[in-house]
C-alpha cells in the first residue's frame, strides 16, 4: 500500500508528488491528463498581481521557492526551460504608479524604469513609467511539471478518479486503491467533475514564432518568451461556477491584439498556435477536508508562484505518518 495517493498531476500534485518521494514516501500519482492548467506554454513568476497591483504575502517566498526547486531539478538532471530575466510591469498613469508603489513591501526587490530606458523591449507610447522585478521571470509549465513527475520516481497512473475519501481512490473503472493519505490536486476540471464550488476562468495564449520582448512584460495580458518562439495571453473569459471547455471566442482574440497594441504600440507577430484552458479560482482549498483526505486546489493565476510552496506546507501538514 502507498503513504500517499496524490489525484492530479498539474503544478500542485506534480510538486506535492515529488516533495512527499523525496521525503521518503511511498507514492501514487493518478492523472488523467485532461485540460490541464499546469501545461501552459509560458507561464510567469511575478510577485505583482494584476492591475491593481497586489502583492500575495508569500509571493517572494513562493517565487523564491520556484527557482529553488528548478535549481534542484536542472542539478538533478532535469532542466525546465525558463528565464530569471525580471518582469516588467508597465503602469499607464501616475495614480496607478502611487498606488502599486504604496502597496509594494519593503523587502521586494523592484525600481521604477522609464519607458524610453527600456528600448530593446519597445513598449509602446503610452506607458507612464514601468515596475521592473528582478526576482521574476518566466518557466514552461510542462516541462516543469514533467520534470516533477519524472523526478519523484513516483508510481504515475494514466487514469480517472470517480471518488475518493480519507484512505480510499476508486478508479472510473472500478478498481479500489488504498493509502495512507489521498490528496485532491485536480485543478477546474477534476473540481468541476467532483462537484466541489469553485470559480473557473477560462484564458488562451497565442504561441508566436519569435517572443515579443526579451523580457516578461505584463499589463491586462502578458507577452513573454517561451521554449519555442513566444506567446502572448492572459486569463480573461467571464467566470462560470462549472469547467467550460469552450476554444478562444474570435472577440477574445482581438481583445488580446488590442492588448498587444496597448503593451507595444504594434499589432502582429508570426502566430504558429493557440493554447486555452481553465484555471480554478474563488477560494484555495488546501489541508484537510471533511471526508478526512486533504487537498491542495483552487491556485487561481499563482499555480507557479504559490504552488510547490504550498505542496511543501501540505506535506508537513500530513506528517508524521502513523
Ligand atoms: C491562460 C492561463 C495563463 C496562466 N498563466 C499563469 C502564469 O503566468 N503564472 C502562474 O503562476 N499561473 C498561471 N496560470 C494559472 C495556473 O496555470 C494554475 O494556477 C495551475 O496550473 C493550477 O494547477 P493545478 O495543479 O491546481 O491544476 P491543473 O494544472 O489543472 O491539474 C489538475 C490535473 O488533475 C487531473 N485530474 C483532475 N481530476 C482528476 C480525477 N478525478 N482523476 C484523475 N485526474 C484528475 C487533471 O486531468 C489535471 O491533469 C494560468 C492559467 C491559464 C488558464
Redesign the pocket.
Known sequence: MPDLIV????????SLSYLAARAGLRVTL???????????PS????PVRGQGGRVEARALEGLRYTWALLAALEEAGYPVPHGRSGVLRPVPDPATQAKWSARLPAGLPHRWREPQELSEVGLGPAWHAVLELPEGGWLD?AALCRALRAASGALTLR????RWDARTVTLAGGELLEARRVVF??????SS??GLPGVH?????LRLARPLSPVPVSFGA?AAPARAGGVL???FEAPTDTYRDDPLPLHSLAWLLDKQAALFGHHGGELTGVW?????GGGLRFGPQTDGSYA??????????L?PLLASELLRLMLPFE
Open positions: 489525484i492530479g498531476g498539474g503544478i500542485a500534485g506534480s493518478i492523472d488523467a491528463a485532461q485540460a490541464r492548467a499546469s501545461d501552459v507561464a510567469l513568476l511575478n509549465g487514469a480517472q478518479v470517480a490536486c485536480g485543478g477546474s476540471w477534476g467533475r467532483a476562468r477560462r484564458g488562451s495564449l502578458y495571453g492572459a486569463t486555452t484552458a481553465s484555471r480554478l491542495l486546489s483552487g491556485l487561481g493565476s499563482k499555480g507557479f508562484l504552488g
